[in-house]
């Protein structure tokens, strides 16, 4: 199974840019039928889907964020970055990459998670 | 407020079932999209527990299942145990609004 590491810094300043990285472990990254997502958590609430990216660079936001979302395929192999950008304390959240599964349903699953890194906006 | 809607709790004693439902609308569960289910226990990453709506990937317990119906989905769990005091999750789809994965607001299972 996929492995996933999330990697950026963990605490901004209000209107600043949040920035993450994450490295997927193997060869899967470059394989079809995936989708290379980000989700995050704010503390004690549920989860929210930020966006995701194919391999091709194929891209969809989250609505709700898309002004303000970039999800790219990262410089080095099997890496994909999200960008957030003018954040505020509602930001606050883990933030978790995970491998999105589309070969089988109608609906891509995330499969396999990172550990989740937290991330804080304060001043 | 999510597009899905769970009870934020329900509880069990050691060996009974409960069922967590995952209530939607036309634009998501009851266009016919998938639905997924995850657990997440305390202090750690969600792991998925359906996906396709039934499906067990290799590992989980066939204490749980999953089903669909019109713009609802169910979690049960059968022989409910300690280590499944846990929050449970589910997604789907909603193609309303420019269209976006949903999750459900989640729901703790406590043990009793």
């Known amino acids: 199974q996929v492995q996933l590491q999330e990697s950026g810094s963990g605490l901004i300043k209000p209107s600043q840019t949040l920035s993450l990285t994450c490295s997927v472990s193997?060869?899967?990254?470059?394989?079809?039928?995936?989708?290379w997502g980000w989700i995050r958590q704010p503390p004690g609430k549920a989860l929210e889907w930020i966006g995701y990216i194919s391999h091709t660079g194929n891209t969809y936001y989250n609505p709700a964020l898309q002004s303000r979302v970039s999800i790219s395929v990262g410089r080095s192999k099997n890496q994909f970055s999200l960008q957030l950008t003018s954040v505020t304390a509602t930001d606050t959240a883990i933030y978790y990459c995970?491998?999105?599964?589309?070969?089988?349903?109608?609906?891509?699953?995330?499969?396999?998670w990172g550990q989740g890194t937290l991330v804080s906006v304060s001043s | 407020q999510s597009v899905l809607t769970q009870p934020p709790s329900v509880s069990g004693a050691p060996g009974q079932r409960v069922t967590i439902s995952c209530t939607g609308s036309s634009s998501n569960i009851g266009a016919d999209y998938d639905v997924h289910w995850y657990q997440q226990l305390p202090g750690t990453a969600p792991k998925v527990l359906i996906y396709?709506?039934?499906n067990r990937p290799s590992g989980v317990p066939d204490r749980f299942s999953g089903s669909k119906s019109g713009t609802s989905a169910s979690l049960a769990i059968t022989g409910l145990q300690a280590e499944d005091e846990a929050d449970y999750y589910c997604?789907?789809?909603?193609?309303?609004?420019?269209?976006?994965?949903?999750f459900g607001g989640g729901t703790t299972v406590t043990v009793l």
């Open positions: 997604q789907s789809y909603d193609f309303s609004l420019s269209g976006s994965v949903v």
């Open positions: 995970a491998s999105a599964n589309s070969i089988v349903t109608t609906v891509p699953y995330f499969d396999s």
């Open positions: 396709g709506n039934s």
């Open positions: 193997g060869d899967s990254f470059s394989s079809g039928g995936y989708l």
